[in-house]
């Protein structure tokens, strides 16, 4: 077990912390849904929403601001980042197998916020000028998280 203890997060990246919570609630919602028997067309209905309102463009800020500041795409930390965001994106994007789909969208999403928080990020404080970390925080305020979908199937 690794000694390294998680940095105290900075202003700047906590927006993105917030919203990486809000996509471990999708996994457990997921998970969740599908250990009910909740018809996958109605999980996938509301993964896609949040996708669409919510990771996207999550993940744009992290490929725009986020990412740059450890040297762009030739850096091992964002290579692997930026090749999760593809494998989710493609996840996302499929319309067959549902249930094999979102089994594998919760187990891969939860696992790429894993990283991100643990790894990627503590990377990208500790390498961060201060002027960097201004400019994120201008950048990225973060929106309020507002889940009106109407059909909570993981309360049922």
Do not use: C
Not at 79 to 107: N, Q, V, W
Not at 125 to 149: I, R, Y
């Amino acid at each position: 077990m690794s000694d390294t203890k998680p940095l105290k997060r900075h202003s700047s990246l906590q927006p993105l912390s917030r919203e990486h919570h809000h996509g471990l609630l999708l996994g457990w919602k997921i998970r969740t849904g599908l250990s009910k028997g909740v018809a996958p067309e109605r999980i996938k209905a509301y993964s896609d929403w949040f996708f669409e309102n919510h990771l996207s463009p999550h993940f744009e800020v992290e490929e725009r601001h986020v990412f740059p500041v450890l040297g762009g795409k030739e850096h091992p930390m964002v290579k692997r980042a930026l090749r999760e965001h593809r494998r989710l994106r493609r996840l996302f994007a499929a319309t067959d197998d549902l249930g094999k789909h979102l089994s594998l969208i919760e187990e891969e999403l939860t696992a790429h916020i894993r990283y991100e928080e643990r790894v990627l990020f503590n990377e990208v404080q500790k390498v961060s000028t201060p002027e960097q970390l201004t400019e994120m925080e201008a950048l990225h305020q973060g929106q309020p998280f507002v889940d009106d979908w109407d059909d909570q199937f993981w309360a049922q």
